[in-house]
């Protein structure tokens, strides 16, 4: 059984940068594809960035955030450069086998979340 396991949250000032990390335990994260979400409060969880065979990013993060994964390390890195107060959020990662997209509702397992903060 799949568990992914976050790290990396924090606060940060704005223009900052963080790197979140996503573990895969349990199984190899090879055949799956991963997604970022995020989830503010009072919103509802939206899509960041997945990575399959290719990446995509949301507009509201493209440019700034990019994905990447470690096949050897069995581990999906987010990258998070010129962080804005607006990207303040819980974030998770998840993986899906047949689904890649955007719909939290696709992917079949996820993480506990990563909490970052970005304020002056």
């Known amino acids: 059984q799949l568990q992914l396991v976050e790290s990396g949250g924090g606060e940060v000032q704005p223009g900052g940068s963080l790197t979140l990390s996503c573990v895969g335990n349990g199984d190899s994260l090879d055949p799956y594809i991963i997604a970022w979400f995020r989830q503010a409060p009072g919103k509802e969880r939206e899509g960041v960035s997945n990575?399959?065979?290719?990446?995509a990013y949301a507009d509201s993060v493209k440019d700034r955030f990019t994905i990447s994964r470690d096949y050897a390390k069995n581990t999906v890195y987010l990258q998070m450069n010129n962080l804005r107060p607006e990207d303040t959020a819980d974030y998770y990662c998840a993986a899906a086998r047949n689904y890649i997209g955007f719909s939290p509702s696709g992917y079949n397992y996820w993480g506990q979340g990563t909490q970052v903060t970005v304020s002056s």
């Open positions: 990575i399959g065979i290719s990446k």
